[in-house]
């Protein structure tokens, strides 16, 4: 399985998983360690994004089955790959 240098480093509490999705593409999985009932105690997990190792890319999810659009590593989060979308009101404050 090929390796990544992922720019992120993952919140408190929390780690990342890379599991090979297809040829030459990683899911990453942000991994929360509290236990629920409804997984039977096993770690909590929620797709991230995904990387093409051939092209060097990020993507963000559209689920954990279905790869989104090509994201910038800069416009992603320590939580996701998916783009935030704000109001411009809500831009006009951050």
Same mark, same amino acid.
């Given at each position: 399985?090929?390796?990544?240098?992922? #720019?992120? =480093?993952?919140?408190?509490?929390?780690?990342?998983?890379?599991?090979?999705?297809?040829?030459?593409?990683?899911?990453?999985?942000?991994?929360? !360690?509290?236990?629920? !009932?409804?997984? %039977?105690?096993? #770690? $909590?997990r929620c797709i991230w994004g995904f990387y093409d190792s051939k092209k060097r890319t990020y993507f /963000?999810?559209?689920? =954990?089955?279905?790869?989104?659009?090509?994201? /910038?590593? !800069? !416009?992603?989060?320590?939580? =996701?790959?998916?783009? $935030?979308?704000?109001?411009? %009101?809500?831009?006009?404050?951050?």
């Open positions: 399985m090929t390796t990544i240098e992922f #720019p992120h =480093s993952p919140p408190k509490g929390m780690y990342y998983e890379y599991e090979e999705f297809k040829r030459n593409v990683i899911a990453i999985w942000i991994c929360y !360690d509290r236990e629920f !009932d409804y997984n %039977l105690g096993k #770690p $909590v /963000s999810p559209v689920n =954990s089955k279905t790869i989104g659009k090509c994201v /910038s590593i !800069d !416009d992603t989060t320590p939580y =996701s790959a998916m783009k $935030v979308k704000r109001t411009p %009101l809500e831009s006009a404050f951050v």
